[in-house]
């Protein structure tokens, strides 16, 4: 299954509209199926006496500029999916027919935000960073439509240490919740090389997404900008995805015809330990397993168990391989 790759602008953008429209265009450009904003609203997302009340309202932008922006999106056959803080930002996402939404762990208790979100939209991402597990699991309870919600695991430490990140617990939550889908949501340095080794870390996981930051140049210092990569790096973890996801596979028990024709290419079969006369009844001494050919033969026996105590239908030389249709 294909994993889909978000572009998460976040707070990058800036509130400014042609920083928003660059940004996206570069999501685009390195090979996102998804880009995704922050829909602020900074009235409901704090108090206005909050520290950063001032940077969550200089963040909004008007509706024109959100539609441009989902249309550019959209016209380039990209999900177009929206971080949303309360039932204006809600409204807001549907106007814009949004592919999907996220609740981040800010609103993860808000349960009527999430309960709305499930019911309007077709995917909704909850963020279940920092969340005791068995909340998460009873807000999961109340979800009448599972196969909508896609919980995304990780969290933000500006940047997030490696050894934080527990990358374990994806099988975990996946074991814990059959019924949604499991993402990662990467927050290492986006200057660093871990960038592109943490996420393939959990694509073995089996996540049905990864989320990662993007920005413009880290030198400029754009919001959000730590775990993020530049559009060339993006381009790169993409490619690096793509290239490398066909290698999780199944989970399945079952072999492919590739590792049945090694196995018996590669494997010992029976064969005389000496030379065997007709109508002879097989002893465990009377064998051994050796490789005999680089050419399977389904005539051949892997195993001793198949052979002693039978009796020879035709004599057989030293080295020569015990075949099925000469023992009775």
Request: with cysteine; proline share 5%.
């Amino acid at each position: 299954m294909r994993t889909e790759i978000i572009a998460e602008i976040a707070q990058g953008y800036e509130g400014k509209p042609l920083l928003a429209e660059l940004l996206v265009k570069g999501a685009i450009v390195a090979g996102a199926d998804a880009v995704k904003l922050q829909l602020v609203y900074a009235d409901e997302l704090c108090v206005p006496y909050y520290p950063y009340f001032d940077l969550f309202k200089s963040l909004q932008m008007p509706m024109a500029v959100w539609q441009r922006l989902a249309a550019t999106v959209k016209e380039a056959r990209r999900k177009f999916y929206l971080d949303i803080y309360g039932p204006k930002s809600l409204q807001t996402a549907r106007k814009l027919k949004a592919d999907g939404v996220k609740i981040s762990a800010t609103d993860f208790y808000n349960s009527t935000l999430v309960l709305e979100a499930v019911k309007y939209f077709p995917k909704v991402f909850i963020s279940c960073s920092g969340v005791p597990f068995d909340d998460l699991f009873a807000l999961l309870d109340r979800i009448s439509a599972p196969e909508k919600v896609v919980l995304m695991y990780g969290f933000q430490a500006e940047p997030t240490e490696t050894r934080d990140n527990h990358l374990a617990r994806i099988g975990s939550l996946r074991i814990a919740c059959p019924m949604v889908g499991v993402g990662f949501m990467d927050h290492s340095s986006g200057a660093g090389e871990e960038a592109f080794y943490l996420p393939l870390m959990a694509l073995a996981q089996g996540v049905d997404c990864i989320e990662k930051h993007i920005t413009l140049d880290h030198s400029l210092q754009i919001e959000d900008y730590i775990s993020a990569l530049t559009i060339d790096r993006f381009s790169h973890f993409v490619q690096l995805v793509r290239k490398m996801e066909p290698a999780v596979g199944s989970a399945k028990l079952a072999l492919i015809d590739k590792e049945i024709a090694y196995k018996k290419k590669a494997g010992k079969v029976v064969v005389a330990a000496r030379n065997l006369p007709k109508g002879k009844v097989l002893r465990n001494t009377d064998i051994a397993l050796k490789r005999v050919t680089v050419t399977p033969n389904d005539a051949y026996l892997p195993r001793k168990e198949d052979v002693v105590g039978k009796k020879l239908k035709r004599a057989v030389g030293l080295n020569k391989p015990v075949e099925k249709q000469n023992i009775i």
